[in-house]
């Protein structure tokens, strides 16, 4: 995946996320959108794309050995990053 800052960072939707203007800078937010959740399904078809045209696919950069574990839901079982999971309280 790409890194939280990234387009379709999210591991749970497919909202690739808007840039906004920041002080001198700029920053990437995730609006509440009404966007598609991943499923596993959709993220194998993503990494299986990106390994074919070694660029990311809707945040997907490869594939992982953890696809080939029996019921490995990836949507479900990969936490947050640190910023979001622990610093802001969700985890």
């Not at 794309?49 to 490995?72: C, M, P, R, Y």
């Amino acid at each position: 995946m790409v890194p939280h800052n990234g387009e379709y960072a999210c591991l749970t939707c497919d909202n690739p996320g808007k840039v906004f203007k920041q002080g001198k800078g700029h920053c990437r937010a995730l609006p509440l959108l009404k966007a598609p959740t991943r499923t596993s399904s959709s993220i194998l078809l993503n990494a299986e794309e990106a390994l074919k045209t070694s660029k990311h696919v809707k945040g997907v950069k490869s594939s992982s050995v953890l696809f080939d574990i029996d019921n490995f839901e990836p949507e479900k079982t990969l936490d947050p990053e640190y910023m979001h999971g622990v610093l802001l309280g969700t985890t």
